[in-house]
């Protein structure tokens, strides 16, 4: 069998397929690879599995689709940070367990999509290419649409529905959000040094910190994830300071979004941004995880239940 590792990513970005239904039996050995290193569902005769790249703004986009026999809807989950569809195998399989069909994509500059690594200029980039997503699911797949945004996917979402064009009918009926992005820890200093530093500096070395309980996933973060970036951007920093300020002075929004937030979060200024968020999302139910880090989607399995169950369709 052929063994994932740091020289497979630019063979497979080159070989992968277009967007589309595959069987997973027939998979090249460099996609068997990558699926069998991030051990994601697909195996399974019940499920219909899709995997390939999307074209957006002539950059190519990796997603992936998982679809039950009978789905009950579409659930579209956007990662974080630094993250990638590779490491939400548990949430995929909690909402296969659901009777979701469940949608994943690598955001631009991370995982496998095209794009300047890590980095953005403008959270609209993201959202541009969630829009795209999300017509890819209503063309193919089953409502109603569902979503669910780990940290900086928060923000896109939240980004998302205050964009929204109030005239066309909104596409998710729910939204849950996984210790969403707002301000860091420390924003603050961040604020007020971001614009010194920035001309001075093109990255920041990247520092894995304790963001969840379970060590063998902060392992596998550290020492055998290949497609985690090794740097920062400076401008992505800018780009989510400049979201922190919009929806700090946006008008807000009456959708019920359901917020997840853990209380030993190392990453964010939660408590600061929760009361951010009672402020503009006025229905917004909130669900607080005792003891929970912040990569809530990979948390240890005991709290990750707890997490899942706090979940609202």
Request: charged share 20%.
């Amino acid at each position: 069998m052929l063994e994932f590792t740091s020289d497979s990513i630019v063979e497979l970005k080159k070989t992968l397929p277009v967007f589309d239904a595959v069987d997973y039996q027939t998979l090249s050995p460099l996609l068997s690879s990558y699926t069998d290193h991030y051990n994601l569902p697909g195996k399974a005769p019940e499920l219909n599995f899709y995997l390939g790249t999307i074209q957006v703004n002539q950059q190519s986009i990796f997603a992936a689709a998982w679809e039950p026999s009978a789905p009950k809807g579409t659930a579209i989950i956007v990662h974080g940070y630094l993250d990638h569809l590779g490491l939400f195998g548990p949430l995929i399989n909690h909402l296969l367990d659901q009777d979701f069909t469940v949608v994943c994509f690598d955001l631009p500059g991370l995982g496998l999509s095209d794009g300047e690594r890590a980095s953005i200029n403008d959270f609209s980039e993201y959202t541009f290419v969630l829009d795209q997503i999300i017509t890819v699911c209503q063309q193919r797949f089953s409502g109603p649409l569902h979503s669910l945004g780990q940290s900086t996917g928060g923000a896109i979402l939240l980004k998302h529905l205050l964009d929204a064009d109030k005239n066309v009918p909104y596409p998710f009926a729910s939204l849950n959000l996984l210790a969403p992005l707002l301000h860091p820890k420390g924003w603050w200093l961040n604020r007020h040094l971001l614009p010194i530093v920035a001309p001075f500096r093109k990255a920041l070395k990247r520092r894995f910190g304790e963001s969840s309980h379970d060590a063998d996933f902060l392992a596998f973060l550290r020492e055998k994830d290949f497609l985690q970036p090794k740097v920062m951007p400076m401008p992505w920093f800018g780009a989510a300071e400049k979201w922190a300020k919009e929806f700090e002075t946006c008008d807000g929004s009456d959708y019920p979004v359901n917020i997840i937030q853990g209380t030993s979060d190392q990453t964010l200024d939660w408590k600061y941004n929760l009361e951010v968020f009672e402020q503009k999302l006025p229905q917004m139910q909130l669900q607080i995880i005792e003891n929970a880090y912040h990569h809530m989607a990979n948390e240890e399995p005991s709290l990750r239940k707890q997490i899942f169950e706090a979940m609202v369709f």
